[in-house]
């Protein structure tokens, strides 16, 4: 497995993740098995959703034994009723975690920068020991170049794919 560094969190990751979005069609066994069969063939990167947590639980006992061993990343969505530090609280609870590696924000509508409330429960969550990084998630272009201009966040999740803008590409330029 090639490993790579994530973002600016010096993390070393498997170049391939695991996205556990759908997992909750899975049952438990289902679920433990994909984790194990993953975590075998290398993978160390795995990516929850506040939005989709119903398999953390299975998930939380199955890296119980390997926490030093994975990268655990979750994310959720923004909307103006989220409350950033509930999510985080959610997210640890479900998962029978102590600390989450990577915590990112999602939004397409807005940038959250140093003077937003969003912003500031990540750095007082990073403070208290919950989370170690925290990112942000867009699939808005505009927003993915504040998002990399501002330097405040350690990750920046945009798709990338073989269809994917010369502009789009643009991004990684900047990232660098």
């Known amino acids: 497995m090639e490993f790579v560094t994530l973002g600016k969190t010096n993390l070393m990751v498997s ?3 695991l996205s556990t979005r759908r997992l909750e069609l899975v049952s438990s066994q289902g679920i433990t098995n994909i984790l194990n069969a993953s975590y075998q063939a290398g993978i160390n990167f795995y990516e929850f959703s506040c939005q989709a947590m119903e398999c953390a639980s299975d998930a939380g006992s199955f890296f119980y034994d390997k926490r030093k061993n994975v990268v655990i990343s979750v994310t ?3 909307t103006d009723e989220t409350n950033i530090s509930s999510k985080i609280d959610f997210s640890l609870s479900k998962l029978y975690m102590d600390y989450i590696d990577v915590f990112n924000l999602k939004s397409d509508d807005k940038f959250f920068g140093k003077e937003s409330a969003e912003y500031n429960s ?4 990073k403070n208290d020991g919950k989370i170690n990084f925290f990112g942000f998630y867009t699939q ?3 927003i993915a170049k504040q998002i990399i201009e501002s330097k405040l966040y350690d990750i920046i999740h945009f798709p990338l794919n073989l269809c994917s803008s010369d502009e789009e590409f643009e991004l990684v330029k900047l990232c660098q």
Do not use: I
């Open 122 to 125: 990540l750095v007082c969550a």
């Open 140 to 142: 808005n272009l505009d």
């Open 76 to 78: 959720t969505e923004v």
């Open 15 to 17: 170049r391939s993740g």
